[in-house]
């Protein structure tokens, strides 16, 4: 079964169809209110995730210091977010969002 990459208004989804039609009737199934933009057959059955695109190849992630920061403020977010900035020279915005997304995670 080939795999699609297909990209909406909101998403950008990765998923396995015996044909484009198949394709769209996932996405109409899971987000019927998206628009499907582009839906590319991928030419290979795998899919891959530079993390150096994303950001992430250093070797301490966003998510491992976001994690410490959080421990060593008990869960004190405000105080998370300026250990992170402290510890990263991240900005505020950037440590706020790698903090808040670490928390929602279950840190």
């Known amino acids: 079964m080939p795999l699609f990459e297909i990209e909406t208004d909101a998403h950008i989804i990765i998923t396995w169809a015996a044909n ?3 394709a769209n009737e996932v996405v ?7 628009t499907v933009i582009r839906l590319t057959k991928r030419p290979r059955d795998t899919w891959v995730i530079s993390k150096g695109v994303l950001g ?4 301490d992630s966003p998510c491992n210091v976001a ?6 403020a008990a869960g004190d977010k405000v105080h998370a977010i300026r250990l992170y900035m402290h510890e990263t ?6 440590a706020r969002r790698v903090i808040e997304s670490n928390m929602v995670m279950g840190w």
């Not at 994690?67 to 060593?72: I, S, V």
């Not at 020279?89 to 950037?94: K, S, V, Y």
Request: charged fraction near 40%.
């Open 89 to 94: 020279g991240d900005d505020l915005e950037r």
């Open 20 to 22: 484009d039609q198949a």
């Open 67 to 72: 994690r410490d920061c959080l421990a060593k």
């Open 28 to 34: 109409a199934n899971a987000y019927p209110n998206d």
């Open 56 to 59: 992430l190849a250093e070797k």
